[in-house]
């Protein structure tokens, strides 16, 4: 079973910024957190990943609590084309294991 | 680097035929993943392979599943004697050196199977 809950769906509007939440509260010291995305009938797409200190890519910015129990993905400036199923993962091998998805966070990003 | 390319992207079958999938990794990665996908979940693994050796196998391959990676390049996925239930997109991924901790799996577009 997937050890992330995240909300079923979240909308928000174009040019705004859309805050993913996820709740990893059973995340071990050596496990870290994965984002990918899904965008309709394609496969899933890489965003970010972190281990304990906040990240940022050309995609997105990953926001880790100091206890690690939760996380929370921001992308800046939302476009229609960000529209999809955004997955938390924990894994503690990262990309040399099994993923295990849950159901994600179906986003909606509105004009 | 074209990315992982998967064939047949479609492939709908009468219940009891068998199909077989194929997946292309990008070229210098020798890790491999098969996952299922139904509709309104997400992917689920089923197998990997580093190089040629089929490493873990999850409890959803079951017997009419077989996959196989000969020359630990390309994989081939058959399912023999499809069943309704089999229905769902069929995705691969892989990755690089392996044993990398934080190393990403690049995913295929899938090959959505519809058994009639």
């Known amino acids: 079973d997937a050890k992330t809950t995240q909300p079923t769906s979240m909308d928000c509007a174009e040019g705004r910024a859309a805050n993913l939440p996820c709740n990893h509260s059973?995340?071990?010291?050596?496990?870290?957190v994965y984002w990918y995305r899904q965008i309709h009938s394609q496969g899933p797409q890489y965003i970010i990943h972190?281990?304990?200190n906040n990240e940022t890519n050309e995609m997105a910015s990953l926001i880790i609590t100091e206890d690690r129990k939760s996380s929370t993905l921001i992308l800046p400036h939302a476009t229609l084309r960000d529209t999809a199923v955004y997955y938390c993962?924990?894994?503690?091998?990262?990309?040399?294991?099994?993923?295990?998805f849950g159901k994600g966070t179906k986003l909606t990003v509105n004009p | 680097d074209t990315g992982v390319s998967q064939d047949p992207r479609h492939k709908i079958t009468k219940r009891g035929q068998n199909v077989t999938f194929r997946c292309d990794p990008i070229?210098?990665?020798?890790?491999l993943y098969w996952y299922r996908q139904t509709l309104g979940q997400g992917p689920e693994f089923l197998t990997y392979?580093?190089?040629?050796?089929?490493?873990?196998k999850s409890r959803l391959l079951s017997d009419r599943f077989s996959a196989e990676r000969p020359k630990g390049s390309f994989s081939t996925l058959e399912i023999q004697r499809t069943e309704q239930g089999d229905s769902a997109m069929y995705l691969c991924?892989?990755?690089?050196?392996?044993?990398?901790?934080?190393?990403?799996?690049?995913f295929g577009p899938g090959t959505r199977l519809l058994v009639l």
């Open positions: 991924a892989s990755n690089g050196q392996g044993g990398t901790i934080g190393e990403t799996q690049y």
């Open positions: 972190g281990l304990k």
């Open positions: 993962i924990v894994s503690a091998q990262g990309g040399s294991e099994k993923l295990v």
């Open positions: 059973t995340i071990s010291g050596n496990e870290y």
């Open positions: 070229s210098e990665h020798n890790r």
């Open positions: 392979f580093q190089n040629e050796a089929q490493l873990e």
